[in-house]
């Protein structure tokens, strides 16, 4: 038995936060672990396995979880997603542009939150895109990439979305275009 055996066990639990904690704690060591966790019939320890590595960030863990994204799971793929975005590793990127097309809006939202953690300006043009999506949530999540990506092109689509609907969207909008006006002056 590993000495991260105990807490790995633990991921399978509702509330494992503490576990996904001490796992952190551990580091690069329960990578191995973590990565084969990706693999459990299980979806809350594949998501909280996700959740974990991506707060240690270690570079082993990007293709996994750029895999992961394609899990039947929608709580798996959105905290691969979520993870990639942490790791802010550039070669997620291709990855997360394909998952924008994912059936389920909080699984695009995390995507897009991920491509504005990463800064990539390869994410423009579909973030962009994001601004017209059905999902509120899923316009918001675009609107702050869009605003961590800093493009000025993206002020005209942003100022449109001060009069959504959805009232986060709004607000994300205009902390975007505050966020892309401080970057000019």
Same mark, same amino acid.
């Given at each position: 038995?590993?000495?991260?055996?105990?807490?790995? +066990? =633990?991921?399978?639990?509702?509330?494992?936060? $503490?576990?996904?904690?001490?796992?952190?704690?551990?580091?690069? &060591?329960?990578? $191995?672990?973590?990565?084969?966790?990706?693999?459990?019939?299980? *979806?809350?320890? =594949? !998501?909280?396995? +996700?959740?974990?590595?991506?707060?240690? !960030?270690?570079?082993?863990?990007?293709?996994?979880?750029?895999?992961? /994204?394609?899990?039947?799971?929608?709580?798996?793929?959105?905290?691969?997603? %979520?993870?990639?975005? $942490?790791?802010?590793?550039?070669?997620?990127?291709? @990855?997360?542009?394909?998952?924008?097309?994912?059936?389920?809006? &909080?699984?695009?939202?995390?995507? +897009?939150? @991920?491509?504005?953690?990463?800064?990539?300006?390869? @994410?423009?043009?579909?973030?962009? &895109? /994001?601004?017209?999506?059905? *999902?509120?949530?899923?316009?918001?999540?675009? &609107?702050?990439?869009?605003?961590?990506?800093?493009?000025?092109? !993206?002020?005209?689509?942003?100022?449109?979305?001060?009069?959504?609907?959805?009232?986060?969207?709004?607000?994300?909008?205009?902390?975007?275009?505050?966020? %892309?006006?401080?970057?000019?002056?």
């Amino acid at each position: 038995m590993t000495p991260f055996a105990d807490l790995m +066990a =633990r991921l399978a639990e509702d509330d494992a936060g $503490e576990a996904v904690a001490r796992l952190v704690d551990a580091g690069p &060591a329960v990578v $191995e672990p973590l990565l084969a966790a990706l693999s459990s019939p299980a *979806d809350a320890v =594949r !998501a909280h396995a +996700a959740d974990a590595l991506g707060e240690i !960030a270690d570079r082993r863990a990007c293709e996994p979880l750029a895999h992961t /994204l394609r899990d039947p799971s929608p709580t798996v793929r959105i905290s691969a997603a %979520l993870a990639l975005g $942490e790791m802010a590793d550039t070669p997620a990127v291709p @990855a997360l542009l394909d998952a924008l097309s994912d059936s389920e809006g &909080a699984v695009r939202g995390a995507c +897009a939150l @991920a491509l504005g953690q990463i800064g990539s300006g390869e @994410a423009l043009g579909p973030l962009l &895109a /994001l601004l017209t999506d059905t *999902d509120g949530s899923v316009r918001g999540a675009a &609107a702050w990439a869009l605003g961590r990506l800093g493009d000025r092109c !993206a002020v005209v689509p942003l100022r449109a979305l001060l009069t959504d609907p959805h009232p986060d969207t709004r607000d994300a909008a205009a902390e975007a275009l505050s966020r %892309l006006e401080r970057r000019r002056g």
